[in-house]
């Protein structure tokens, strides 16, 4: 009996044993989670096109204008004659972003001619007025087959006849996101090799017509 009950007490602590060097499921099933989870692809983001990053940049260097702007009112747009605007309020995001995609894709449109490039002809006359960069040497460049156009691009940031520094910026990040340099289908013109976007297409679709 006495044996019995040493052999029942061994087998007792032998379990006990092989719980404690045995490691838990969960740990297992955990580490198992984190390897699926690590090998699993990224979800890519979606491509932002050129002419929603043109929208931005007009967005963040514009600023959303108050009554005390007039006759600026939303992201930079000049109230024209007719046009009913109150003079006391300041319109909603929704109403601004209306208006100033509606007057950069009239700018573009001006600038049809140039293909991919109307779209950063476009931004620099939503600042500067579609006349100015008509008699450009930007656009007489680009006349002339000559794409070398960055300096004179960045030129434009003069404010009462002195270099203002924001707006220097502002030409900088035009350039660089909305340029275009190497080959895009349909067109002869070239987009920058460091561009984010594959295609310049979707973006001017809406003026292009």
Request: glycine fraction near 8%.
């Amino acid at each position: 009996m006495k044996k019995l009950s040493v052999l029942m007490m061994l087998a007792v602590v032998g379990m006990m044993l092989c719980d404690l060097l045995t490691p838990p499921r969960v740990v297992s099933d955990v580490a198992v989670t984190a390897v699926k989870a690590k090998a699993a692809p990224a979800i890519p983001r979606p491509e932002v096109s050129p002419f929603e990053q043109a929208v931005e940049i007009i967005k963040k260097y514009e600023g959303m204008h108050s009554p005390g702007h007039w006759p600026l009112v939303g992201y930079g747009h000049k109230v024209l004659p007719g046009e009913k605007f109150s003079r006391k309020r300041t319109l909603s995001e929704k109403e601004a972003e209306a208006l100033l995609r509606k007057d950069l894709l009239k700018n573009c449109a001006v600038f049809r001619e140039f293909g991919a490039d109307s779209l950063l002809l476009g931004v620099l006359a939503y600042n500067i007025g579609s006349g100015a960069t008509m008699r450009s040497s930007v656009v007489r460049k680009l006349r002339e087959g000559d794409r070398n156009i960055r300096g004179n691009y960045i030129a434009h940031c003069r404010y009462r006849g002195k270099v203002h520094n924001q707006i220097k910026r502002r030409r900088i990040e035009e350039f660089e996101n909305l340029f275009v340099e190497e080959e895009v289908a349909g067109t002869s013109h070239k987009r920058m090799p460091y561009r984010r976007n594959k295609s310049y297409l979707p973006g001017l679709a809406f003026y292009e017509q």
